[in-house]
């Protein structure tokens, strides 16, 4: 059983609290979800002659530009903004234009990544732009991913990795003996889960961006404005003093134009729906699910 990281009724309440102002701050979000939306032209190449995807889903859409890109993209798809925040997707509707009657726009759907309300082998492609990173059972919610998607259908995803923020964690650890920056699984962790969900053909990559701040209060904003807000079990449950504050702030490792480096880690997946039957590796035994129709029945 893996032990639970985080506050996941913290993790709604930051991303709802987020919602009104998210897409002031979020430019590398929107960075992150441009690069990872580039594998999708893989689906629109002539030469392959894919039929285009009926069902999408968006797992973590936010504000849902990724949702509406994708329906520009495939008009006559049924797009599904999933999020679990519902201000988010309030935020969804309006960037999208609005849902109105029998028009094509993204769905919206509130509901966690780790429980899926999709049929299983309805998904053609589950697109996921830094979401992840706040799911402590990586295997568990690869196998919903697997277990919603199409044999054949393609999964994009993106997290952050360990080196996200290590210089704020640094900072605080010398001023704190809490956690104030959260935990996130390193690309092992996320091929190894990948590996052990059975998906067909995981690719893996990695970028590394450098953010820079005037002070650390200006960084401490822009994470409320994103939403991006400890939310790990053991975090302190009331408001960083002052002392503390200023320790962590002499402390954080500075650049030599006086400003403070901020790194963001983020890891990319790209894989493939596994033919039905394929193992999926639980407690490293490799469990084997038959549909029911595929099995011979004798009469007597």
Known sequence: MTDI???HRQVRRSFSRAARHYDAAAALQREVSSRLMESLDYLDDPARALPPPQVVVDVGAGPGHASAAMQKRWPK?????LDLALPMLQATRANAGGWRPFAHRPHPVCADARALPLREGSVDVLFSNLCLQWVEDLPAVFAGFRRVLKPGGLMLVSTFGPDTLHELRSAFAQADDAPHVSLFPAIGQFGDALVAAGFKDPVLDR???????????????????????N?????????????????????????????LPATWEVIYAQAWGPPPGAPIRTGG??????PVSSIPVRRR
């Open 77 to 81: 798809a049924q797009v599904v903004a």
């Open 231 to 259: 939310a790990m079990v053991q975090r302190r449950r009331h408001l960083t003093g002052r002392s503390r504050f200023a320790r962590a702030d002499a402390a954080y490792e500075r650049a030599p134009d006086g400003r």
């Open 5 to 7: 990281l985080f506050d």
């Open 285 to 290: 035994i490799d469990e084997v699910r038959v």
């Open 207 to 229: 970028d590394e961006f450098v953010l820079h701040h005037d002070d650390l209060g200006g960084l401490m904003r822009e994470l409320r404005t994103l939403g991006a807000t």
